[in-house]
């Protein structure tokens, strides 16, 4: 339990699920799970809570080692009966009783009638041939693909759409008999609530009369390669789709037993190494080799990954590619990483966690990222120990710590993989074209009964799919009608001042620790109307070119660190009771007091 004054209350139950194979069997369970229910056998739970129900959130994710289930309200007697819908459905999904759910959810085959051609159809399906025809998405899983040979750390979580036309309903049952175990779950609550109710209802619907259990979870960790691997991954475009420069080039390296601390520390390196005025991208820019280099760190796997991405790139390039990262990360290695952009990276990451309370669904985030730490490591402590780890790190910056960090994971780690996923034209067409003789040829090989079977199980899951939804079903989950709403307001004390400089000044106290926001406004009154595009362009320059004390590097450096998320933009301000208004000059941003 997490205990805030937050009133947008939350409840989550995760699972431990590993990616055992490419038919996405994982992300088929979660949409079948809140498909419905053996107490509330709705055709979809989660689209009749979200838009008949007092909830704020509501919704289901699956990574690849964990498949989560969080919903919230502001009303806790709300969430209450919401946490205990959510538990009957991972616990008791109506997919026992309803095969439909399943054709649904996953795949099916359908033909209308017997002259019609033979399809195949489903929601999991469908979803992924999309996500798939996403270069970034596919190159992902192509880099997990390199790095974990032989692992199932390298299966797609999300499910290919080849392998999950594979998966049986039979094999989907049993994927559930095997994880979705009372001890191989983790619950969360969050918010200003008397948990004892939850305490109650958990007891009395979900835990008693069962036993713990020893659920042992394998998810494909290996040991470290010693060599470097190379790899070359169609991607499929259509025959007129534009490849010049269409590449994306992945140099990525998996990481091994990384603490918390030091995830901090890689998640700090990334952001450094992501800076225009970082010498990796100056170099990436002058070497021409792709149009966008992307740094990232990724912890969301038992074995992390840091990843250095060349979007838009050529691949014949790859290899210059991955001689310029390592002579720019051997350079730093040896001069060291800028110590002001280092201590402004780590002042603006302190600052986003100061200002955690004033998300929106922070007991919805706060509650996801506990899940997949708690899956890859056991541990539920991340948070508490989240402030000192990044004081720890920050302690640490003037010894070489970010220059040890690369040289351990990066420099001298050889379980690393140069990834190329280039475009193919013309393959689209021919997948599409190698489908449809695949089914056309199963249909030639239909018996006449198997036509019609078909064609009959066709027409019986529309039939089953144009069904109502239980209007009673629905009215139980409406724990609270709108009359009942309750009304939260926050009212905060305006102070106003005049500067000695004949400046308006306007003040708020908020409950936001050490953190303050600022507004600037200047009157652009007196520009003519036919250089207000000139204001436009200086608007969005701003911060951007050297000025007279500074140069842009250094500017840049110093805006992370004193002026977080600088916004500039051209705005007015409207007059109470005219139509008249003042434009204006608005530069917003963020910082921390002191």
């Not at 018996?447 to 078909?454: G, P």
Request: glycine share 4%; net charge negative; proline share 3%.
């Amino acid at each position: 339990y997490i205990q805030s004054k937050d009133i947008d209350r939350s409840f989550e139950i995760a699972f431990r699920t590993p990616t055992v194979d490419d038919t996405g069997v994982n992300h088929i369970l979660e949409h079948i799970t809140i498909s419905g229910s053996r107490k509330y056998p709705l055709k979809n739970v989660l689209f009749t809570i979200a838009n008949q129900t007092y909830s704020t959130f509501i919704n289901a994710f699956t990574s690849a080692t964990a498949t989560v289930y969080p919903v919230s309200s502001m009303s806790e007697d709300q969430l209450l009966k919401l946490s205990e819908v959510y538990l009957d459905c991972v616990y008791n999904p109506s997919v026992y009783s309803d095969k439909n759910i399943f054709l649904r959810e996953a795949w099916r085959y359908e033909m209308t009638d017997a002259d019609a051609p033979l399809l195949i159809n489903g929601t999991v399906y469908n979803e992924m041939k999309g996500a798939l025809g996403n270069i970034s998405t596919a190159a992902r899983d192509n880099v997990s693909d390199a790095l974990f040979p032989n692992s199932i750390q390298s299966n797609i979580y999300g499910g290919d759409p080849e392998k999950i036309k594979d998966l049986t309903y039979e094999q989907l049952i049993q994927t559930h008999q095997n994880y979705y175990h009372r001890s191989n779950s983790m619950m969360i609550l969050y918010g200003n609530l008397d948990y004892t109710r939850f305490l109650k209802m958990i007891d009395e619907e979900v835990l008693s009369g069962y036993e713990k259990k020893d659920v042992q979870i394998d998810y494909g960790k290996i040991e470290p390669l010693q060599q470097k691997t190379e790899a070359v991954y169609p991607f499929a475009v259509n025959a007129n789709a534009n490849t010049v420069n269409a590449a994306q080039i992945d140099y990525a390296f998996a990481l091994t037993d990384v603490t918390e601390e030091e995830a901090l520390g890689l998640g700090i390196l990334a952001t450094i190494l992501n800076q225009d005025s970082s010498p990796l991208k100056i170099a990436f820019t002058e070497k021409q080799i792709g149009g966008q280099l992307v740094v990232s760190f990724n912890d969301s796997n038992v074995q992390p990954i840091f990843t250095f991405t060349a979007m838009n790139a050529d691949a014949a390039k790859k290899n210059d590619f991955m001689t310029l990262v390592d002579s720019c990360l051997e350079d730093l290695v040896k001069t060291g990483y800028d110590r002001e952009l280092a201590n402004a990276t780590i002042s603006s990451t302190l600052l986003s966690y100061s200002n955690l309370t004033e998300m929106s669904n922070l007991g919805i985030n706060i509650s996801l990222s506990a899940a997949i730490v708690w899956a890859n490591t056991g541990n539920i402590d991340y948070f508490s120990n989240l402030i000192k780890n990044l004081n720890n790190v920050s302690e640490k910056i003037d010894d070489n710590y970010l220059e040890e960090l690369t040289a351990k994971y990066i420099q001298n780690n050889n379980h690393a993989a140069l990834v190329a996923t280039v475009p193919e034209p013309g393959l689209t067409e021919k997948l599409a074209d190698e489908q449809s003789t695949t089914l056309a040829n199963l249909k030639a090989s239909m018996s006449a009964e198997e036509l019609e079977s078909t064609v009959n199980h066709t027409k019986s899951y529309s039939e089953w799919n144009s069904k109502e939804t239980d209007q009673a079903i629905v009215d139980e989950l409406q724990v609270v009608k709108v009359a009942d709403l309750p009304v939260e307001v926050k009212k905060y004390s305006i102070n106003e001042t005049q500067l000695s400089d004949g400046v308006r000044m306007l003040s708020s106290a908020a409950d936001v620790a050490e953190t303050g926001f600022t507004t600037l406004m200047l009157d652009t009154s007196a520009v003519p109307v036919e250089k207000l595009h000139f204001l436009n362009l200086y608007a969005s320059l701003l911060g951007r070119l050297d000025t007279q004390q500074y140069p842009k590097d250094q500017l840049g450096t110093l805006s992370i660190r004193y002026l977080n998320g600088l916004s500039t933009s051209l705005s007015t301000i409207s007059q109470v009771d005219s139509d008249e208004f003042v434009p204006v000059l608005t530069a917003s941003w963020m910082g921390l007091s002191g």
